[in-house]
């Protein structure tokens, strides 16, 4: 190649000074017409110099172009991992990578030509024929065994492939081999791995199987749990892959909520899950068509090859154990009556769920409801049938929560609701008219021909509260801040604590009244429905606001109540009505009785009767005078202290009356098993009595009883004539109300008994 080149150079500067000289001697002995003779020469030189010039470039631009791409494939032999060599079918040149020469044992000094080193890979002794490289070259998986040096025998393919053919035709060649004893270990290895895993999944499926576990997967992203073989059959499935709502569908209504936080915590939370264990337990509808307590004890980790988030663990049937610890769950978390969970567990899950909406950014509706008229109910048709519009109430309140929420009956007539907010701000709304148009059917078909309706009130949580019980407050107070209308549904707004505000103002002023003597007693008549006598003075307190107002123990006493306030307040009414009593009395007027209020924390406080003895000694009034009103709620709650405290009270001569009897859970058997001296029917007896005969026969039994054991009855709120003619025939004896006189100031009072008295010596 050098020399051809070499040659054509020699050539044409041979041609050049051959043709230089020509114009030389043309010059020196030019004739007439020789100078153009020259001319053209000159030209014909010119055209030969730079054609010479030009073409030697090519050349070396071509032979730089030749090297670079030699040297680029030897670079990348030299650089390949398996063993390879570059070599031409001229056998000029073999470059061996060291993967090679490690595997042939071969030395980079080893003065070897093409000719010996190529043929030896392929089995060959002498040189590779034109057929014998096609052969190579066409191969597929061919194997060629070579002989390294020092005897170690080789079984190899080779891939060889044509890489670059230069001018002169030579074709360079790129051999990268594969050693077949590498292949064979892979393979076994291969094999091992497989059986291994086989073999580890099969025992892994056994344990399974022996331990009776289901397993529940779901991986990030993925809107299908799988589920194992064992869960299948437990939840009576055929897939093993179930979407979300599918299984949703067989969870427990109760636990539906459970169920949904948990799936929305995995799946924006799934990270936090690693390597932590946690433990989910629900009631699931399961293959024998019955709902099992199921325990979910999950974690979550990654794949190792994709690094996707799964959570997944062993579900196992725990209804047995959940049977023996229903004895205590029941106890502390489920209504005795109607079977659904009780306050504490409404309590406990809304606390939970609370704490959730942080962290998830989402909202629940928290609904209060009330059934209208209740305590009617349960007076006139008895307890029984009470309980039954509590469990019928019940029934239709878990009937709504397929969709998903949780309910619980939280006191007398109080059933709370929580329910996940989707957004649309009428939901509670909705679910309460769905209530409302239950609750007439039930009432149809369970409670003869009575209508049952509900009132109901509701917030947003976390929105309108800083804890649930905060929330559930404001529900409450929406429920009772309502219309009285049957059936009235209210939200809470913000209007409402503003209203909450003025109380908590109003519990500061209270302390101040106090000591600014504020409050005053004011005395309303009782008579006799018999005579029209004056039997006695109810004394109600007033609280004369500074603003000019009189504010209404409605109002203020409740707010005492929850401050403590109110031990200061009885205090003060007790001392004040001895007082003026004695005041009364020592006036001349007749003796006669007065009665006061208390609420359940008075009468349990400890020197209660050694209070009252000092009040009756420090004005010197007979204890005959003196009279307590006990709500019958106070006797729920603690009947023994209660009926020990009532009797040490009626031992020191002071008469007791159950007072707002048919409010709450009103039992005849109060009447007989605590010693009031008086009961006094609620005036919601009163405003009824007069269309529904179910009234009258109450107030009936009623006075009769309480006739038996020397109690006597009073009615509240007599208004009319006629309601005090009823009462009269049914046999109560006593009446207070706006007929005979509003509550009045002490002076209006003595004035009230005196024109009594006026009244009664003129007859
Ligand atoms: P209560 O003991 O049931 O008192 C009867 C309430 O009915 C009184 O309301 C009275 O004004 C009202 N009333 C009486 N006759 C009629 C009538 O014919 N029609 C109507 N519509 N209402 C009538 P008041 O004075 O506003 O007291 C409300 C409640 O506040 C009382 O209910 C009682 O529970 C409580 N209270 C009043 N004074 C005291 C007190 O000194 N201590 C305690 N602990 N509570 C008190
Ligand atoms: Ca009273
Ligand atoms: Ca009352």
Sequence with gaps: MKYKKQLIAAVLIGFSLLTGYLILYAFFHREKGDLIFIIFNSYALLAIVLGVVMAYRRERNEQYKKELTHKRLTYLTQNLTAPAMLWNDSFTEVILNDALMELSNLHKHEDLSAQEIVPMFFGKKEKLTDEDIREIVNAKNQEYSFTARGGVLHDMIWNTSAVETDEDGVTWLLSIGMDLADIRQMESKLKIYTNRLSASEGRHNLIMELMDVGLLLIEQGNPQFFISEKLQRMFGLRSISITIPEIRKLIYPLDAVAFDTHVQTMRSHMKHFIGKTDTLELRICSADGQYHWYSYRYRATTYRDSGRLVVGGTVIDISGEKQ??????????????????????????????????????????????????????????????????????ADVLVKQLTQGGFGARISGDNFALILRDTGDEMLPEKVIAKIQRAL??????????????????????????????????????????????????????????????????????????????????????????????????????????????????GIFIPIAERSQLITQITRFVMYDACRQMKVWQTMGLPDTVVSINFSSTDFYQENICAQIQDALNKYGLAPSCLEIELTESLALMDIDTTIARMHELRKAGIKLAMDDFGTGYSSLSYIEQLPFTIVKLDRSFVTEMHNNPVVQEIVHSVARIARTKQINTIAEGVETQEQAEMLRAAGCEYAQGYLYGRPMTAKATEQYIRDCLKKKAKH
């Design 324 to 393: 023996r610890d229903a004895t205590m769950e029941k106890i502390a978390y489920e209504d005795t009556v109607t079977g659904i969970p009780n306050r504490n567990k409404l309590m406990r899950m809304g606390k939970e769920l609370y704490e959730c909406t942080t962290e998830l950014h989402n909202s629940y509706w928290v609904i209060v409801m009330d059934i209208d008229r209740f305590h009617l109910i349960n007076d006139t048709c008895g307890y029984t049938a009470g309980n039954a519009v509590l469990r019928s109430f």
């Design 440 to 553: 007439l059917t039930k009432a149809v078909s369970d409670i003869s021909n009575r209508s049952l309706s509900c009132s109901a009130g509701y917030a947003k949580m976390p929105a309108d509260g800083d804890s649930f019980e905060h929330v559930l407050e404001h529900a409450e107070f929406a429920l009772s801040s309502g219309s009285k209308a049957l059936g009235s549904v209210s939200r809470y707004t913000s209007a409402m604590h503003d209203e909450i505000i003025y109380d908590s103002n109003l519990e500061t002023q209270l302390h101040e009244a106090l000591s600014h003597n504020e409050l005053e007693l004011y005395y309303q008549p009782k008579v006799s429905l018999e005579t029209g006598d004056i039997v006695g003075l109810e004394a109600l307190i007033r609280w004369n606001h500074p603003s000019g107002k009189i504010i209404s123990p």
